[in-house]
């Protein structure tokens, strides 16, 4: 191995000492008053309570599918398996491997959701003595989860590389481990369905009942959807997105690491397999330099002090990136595609930024259009939504063309694609500090509401809702940054599936003909297969949420008293009926992506004269750009529609004569409708379709074997 791969050991074992100085940082703060502690200690059952019945679930269904997939896997394959593993071998490979990402999928939600929960009650403590303090708790209880994340991704495919003989049979290694970016893959989805159903269901039910039906404030401690509200930004946003991300630095490293492997046999050079581990490693470097000098002064924007982490990340990165190609690879062109994947980032952030800020045009027209009615809020919402399709499909394809062309003027045979995953790996460089400024934006919600329910003095809730604003700003730009990624390195593992069936093959694999019956039925059943999914989630938030405002107007009927606050509302019940509907709606969504492309490859293989790898290329290929598209239109709508509600309790919409058009106004109640509506788009079924576009590229991978 080159000698600079050692890094990795060693970068990887001071990211998690990093990890615990963070956690140790946060823990040791207060906890806040006995009323703080109370509200904080029943946001912590519910999502522990939820997360325990969500793994459960997912982690019967991952054994099952482990066995099923290895064992059929191994028994169909025939002669098409890698190297000389055999049968027996494949299937072996393939069901561990499975298993392995899955659980390090797991271990990064859990254990990041349980310091992101901790962190919210002293982040609410914090904000009683200082607006610096409160963003420095926040933001470091924020970077537990994205740091444990990435650094379990790279020691996962790290150690699984090596334990699949990458040290004796490097170019072989990274074909046998594909099943770790499935079972990442398979444990994402349904983490963030589970949690994304659970969120904003709960989110739905508050909201209407509270808002609009009982005209009382959001956090209110008389709303029995309350405590399940706040539980469900832990579940969604922290675990659901965290899962998201760790999908797609799993399947970027394979995917790169199986398009190195086509370079490795023309080359000789074992440095171009390892190198997305190498680069993985310096953007954990710079991602922690960025954090610590995350210094907020006093009465500063919060967003100041997270865009000066954020540059700062960015740059290193850079540096970073051309410091490993050139040793390693010894290549500007590759350094300047590598570039060409940071630039990506920083674009959709700001176009994200754009689209769902209260500060810009969309969010202002929004709030304007509320005046009338819900009716033009909602039509404003699609009309945005749909119109941020362009600016996603420029930087994607922008990126990937240049990337690509970079590639090719490299000089090395078959770097076209390779062009392509270093910019899949320069834009996921920032992981972690990406996903640190997302778990900031449940931390501080959640800061907000305990310090509501536990009766903070107006200068507190000041600064906690100062903070919850720039919270839902990092969540939406994150989503944007999710999406962006998602696309490209499911692009890169589109080009890992041509390889993986040329190299089973023997024979050339790169033409993808559209003029093929089979491949136009593929394409066709990729695009039916990602609006079903998405009719599947957003329709069971509704079932889900249809339940927990039956169960909150109940509670308002049945007992007068909690409205007077001489009674308190059964807040565990409405947790319970959340968690128990969220858990059993997932299953029927969850199961579409991973059935369709082995139900399709599978069949056509069985009928003569059909190519069955090109018909899953098709679906692979048109799936991802559907995905990608319909993703773009539901997280920005539903951000914008979000911001646009914000807008307007914030005082900042005035009507004709100047007048504020603020909380419990006509347009107010408009804007909560169209809120209401965006919710399941930008935090269940958008989101959900990031993981839906890697989860079809991981299993064919997987599955390729059956096609040929």
């Known amino acids: 191995m080159p000698g600079i791969f050692w890094l990795v050991p060693v970068i990887s074992l001071v990211t998690v000492l990093f990890i615990v100085y963070l956690a140790r940082f946060v823990l040791a703060k207060d906890t806040g008053t006995p009323k703080m502690r109370e509200v904080g200690d029943m946001i912590f059952e519910g999502a522990w309570a939820f997360l325990n019945r969500q793994y459960r679930t997912i982690g019967i269904l991952s054994i099952f599918v ?6 059929v896997v191994g028994l169909l394959s025939g002669e098409n398996t890698p190297g000389d593993v055999g049968q027996a071998g494949i299937m072996w490979r393939t069901g561990v491997a499975f298993l392995v990402g899955a659980i390090c999928s797991g271990i990064s939600g859990f254990a990041g959701m349980y310091i992101a929960v901790k962190s919210n009650v002293r982040c609410a403590a914090a904000a009683q003595r200082s607006w610096r303090e409160a963003i420095d708790v926040a933001m470091r209880g924020g970077a537990v989860s994205g740091f444990l994340i990435t650094t379990l991704s790279l020691i996962g495919v790290t150690a699984i590389f090596f334990a699949f003989g990458g040290n004796s049979e490097p170019e072989i290694a990274p074909h046998l481990i594909v099943g770790f970016g499935f079972g990442a893959s398979f444990v994402a989805l349904f983490a963030q369905l ?25 956090d209110d401690s008389r709303n029995a959807a309350v405590i399940a509200d706040l539980v469900g930004d832990n579940v969604g946003d922290c675990a659901g997105r965290g899962a998201d991300l760790f999908e797609s630095t799993a399947a970027e490293n394979i995917g790169a690491m199986i398009l190195g ?33 995350v210094k907020a002064k006093e009465e500063e924007d919060p967003m100041a002090a997270l865009n000066r982490g954020y540059w700062m990340s960015i740059v290193l990165s850079a540096i970073g990136m051309v410091i490993t190609v050139t040793i390693m690879l010894d290549n500007f062109w590759l350094a300047a595609a590598g570039l060409v994947g940071i630039l990506a980032s920083v674009a959709i952030l700001y176009i994200t930024q754009y689209y769902t800020d209260t500060k810009y045009k969309p969010v202002k027209d929004l709030a304007q259009a509320s005046r009338t009615g ?27 063309l240049v990337a690509y062309f970079f590639g090719q003027q490299s000089g090395v045979e078959g770097a076209g694609a390779f062009g392509t995953a270093v910019a899949t790996m320069g834009m996921l460089m920032t992981c972690p500090y990406v996903l640190a400024m997302d778990t900031f934006g449940p931390i501080t919600d959640n800061a907000n509401g305990i310090n509501e329910m536990a009766g903070a003095g107006p200068q507190v809730r000041k600064i906690t809702d100062r903070l919850d604003a720039v919270g839902n700003t990092t969540k939406a730009l994150t989503k944007g940054y999710a999406l962006v990624s998602a696309g490209l390195a499911a692009f890169l593992l589109f080009q890992a599936y041509m390889d993986q069936v040329e ?16 491949v136009f039925v593929g394409a066709m059943l990729a695009v039916m297969l990602v609006f079903l999914f998405s009719s599947w989630a957003i329709k069971a938030v509704g079932n889900t949420a249809q339940l927990i405002i039956e169960e909150v ?66 679906m692979l290929m048109v799936g991802t750009i559907g995905g990608i598209m319909l993703a773009a239109f539901m997280n920005n709508a539903g951000g914008a529609w979000d911001n646009a509600k914000k807008y307007i309790e ?53 599955l390729v074997p059956l096609f040929i």
């Open 553 to 618: 107007r109940r509670q308002f009927r049945e007992n007068p008293k909690i409205m007077t606050f001489e009674a308190k509302p059964d807040y565990a019940r409405a947790v319970d009926i959340t968690a128990r509907a969220g858990l059993r709606e997932m299953i029927k969504p969850g199961l579409l992506p991973v059935l369709a492309p082995l139900v399709l490859g599978v069949g056509f293989n069985l009928i003569e004269g059909y190519d069955a790898a090109m018909a899953v290329g098709a």
């Open 261 to 293: 492997a086509s370079v490795y046999a023309v080359t000789g050079d074992v440095a171009w397999i390892i190198f997305p581990l190498v680069v993985r490693a310096f953007g954990l470097v710079a991602s922690m330099i960025g954090l610590l000098i």
């Open 374 to 400: 819900s009716a033009t809020n909602i039509v404003g919402g699609i009309a945005i939504g749909f119109e941020t399709a362009l600016p996603t499909a420029l930087v994607i394809g922008i990126s990937l």
């Open 503 to 518: 190299f089973l093959r023997g024979t050339p694999f790169d033409v993808i003909d559209l003029a093929k019956p089979e």
């Open 194 to 218: 589970g949690g994304g159903i659970y969120t904003k269901a709960a989110d739905m039910g508050a909201d209407l009942v509270g808002k609009v039906e009982a005209g009382i404030p959001e």
């Open 66 to 71: 482990a066995v099923a997939v290895g064992a």
């Open 650 to 702: 914030d005082g900042q919409l005035k009507d004709d004569k100047g007048v504020v058009q603020g909380k419990r106004t006509f347009a107010h109640a408009a804007a909560v409708v169209g809120d209401t509506v965006g919710d399941p788009l930008k935090d269940t079924a958008g989101p959900s379709l990031h993981v839906l576009i890697k989860l079809l590229s991981t299993i064919t991978l997987v």
